[in-house]
């Protein structure tokens, strides 16, 4: 009962801030027809009572499965399933994450249908799963993730170089939307847990930068993504 | 009236449906050759796909119906203004109260207190976090109002992470790097994102593509170098005190 009161609250103190500045704005400078603002508040209520429903389920049903896969996975020690499985994870929780879902419908509404929301899931889904992927290789080989950053970084301000302007923007935005609510809790249980089988309980720090990484591969991603669409 | 609010919900629970599928393969995979979990623990599991199945429904339903099209009108409102200037001061309240009050900074907080030894004053934290988020935005509105390329700050942003990071602990990296998701909530990502594009759209020359999105990407890197420069300060604080504490260890020695 505790967790369900908790989450409530959780969703009220990100959501109320936001929605008292926009009602000030509407009385004092935007003035939208009541009408519409009626709309927003229902949507409001909506996303409220929808994230509420959502993280309590995270917390019930997929958070334990991403940490029972990621214990399964470090007792097997075999590389190859590790890195392996690590990458179908980080595609599918990312396939439902909710802020990639809706990025990729503004884009897709925005640019008028030329870059459809289904392949902006996909090409993001990809980077976040070879990026976990290389997280697990990190964590089993000890790389220092300080390397990783700026080899990731390096390569997309070349790739940049050849893609269309457009996409930019998209891109980098892309790399912030995968740290969302299902995506930042299950890569961490599956990171810290790998981290600690494999390399006893000191090193549970490990775990730690693997969000970062998740987020680098959409950006690179993306990108190449435009170098196609060019 | 004239509301629409359960408007195509049933495209938005196939697209869930679909959304949900694949991570429910994986695991169905998992359980056949790896996990074998007993029944009741299945059934929590199931209990937590439908209510995630449920919520995640009745989320995006909201961000159709009233985040997206509401956000956007209301952002072309606001660049239709005769004074711009007050996108600035409104774009830093969004991004300073979106953050104060955002649970998942509380968290980082927490992660940031264990890493520096109580070392970072919490409410240090959270206003260097709201103010470089409020910031962020001003800059994206700025960025928006002059249509100046996301190069020129994302560039130097991320330039000034790498070498920050000379200077930090390796936990405190990882921390940092890590933090960059506490800002982009569900609120920023869809309402302000939706906002941003109406801006963008009524703002002359600018092309709502181009300069409408990239918001998300600046507000990602203000907790990025937030993080990493007061763990830089508050190193250098502990070290001096340290230093200190050893001189004073020494002249107490030389007086005996």
Known sequence: MDNIKDTILEVIYSIIPITIVITI???????????????????????????????????????????????????????WMIVLFGFLLGVVVTIAEPDVRVLASQVDTVSGGEIPQSVLILAVALGVG?????AMLRIVFNISIVVILAIGYGLIFTIAAFTPPVFVPISFDSGGVTTGPLTVPFVLALGVGVASVIRGKTASTDGFGLVALASIGPVLSVLILGVIYA | MNLHIFEGFGATMEEVAIALLP??????????????????KLLDIGVGFLLTFFGLSF???????????????????????????????????????????????SVLIHQVDKASGGYIPEKVLLYTLSIGVGLAIVLAMIRILLG?????????GYIIALILVRFSSKTFTSIAFDSGGVATGPMTATFILAMFVGIASVTEGRD??????????????????????????????????DGKSKERAKTAHHDR
Do not use: C
Not at chain 1, 130 to 134: D, M
Not at chain 2, 60 to 82: K, N, S, T, Y
Not at chain 2, 148 to 156: Q, R
Not at chain 2, 230 to 238: A, D, N, P, S, V
């Open chain 1, 25 to 79: 704005l509407q009385f004092t400078l935007i003035g939208l027809p009541a009408e519409t603002f009626i709309q927003f508040m229902i949507g409001v209520v909506m996303v409220g009572f929808g994230l509420v429903l959502f993280l309590l389920g995270v917390n019930v049903g997929l958070l334990p499965v991403g940490e029972l896969i990621g214990s399964a996975l470090s007792k097997s020690k075999k590389v």
């Open chain 1, 130 to 134: 070879i990026f976990v992927a290389l």
């Open chain 2, 23 to 40: 991570l429910l393969l994986l695991f169905f995979v998992f359980q056949i050759f790896f996990l074998r979990l007993p029944k009741r």
């Open chain 2, 59 to 105: 989320f995006l339903q909201g961000v159709h119906i009233g985040f997206l099209p509401v956000g956007e009108l209301m952002g072309e409102r606001l660049g239709a203004m005769d004074h711009k200037w007050l996108l600035l001061p409104i774009g830093f309240f969004l991004g300073f109260f979106a953050i104060y009050a955002e649970p998942a900074v």
């Open chain 2, 148 to 156: 100046i390329s996301l190069w020129y700050f994302v560039l130097p």
């Open chain 2, 208 to 241: 709502p593509l181009l300069d409408g999105f990239g918001m998300v990407a600046l507000v990602a890197l203000a907790p990025i170098l937030s993080v990493l420069t007061l763990g830089i300060l508050f190193q250098r604080k502990e070290k001096a005190q």
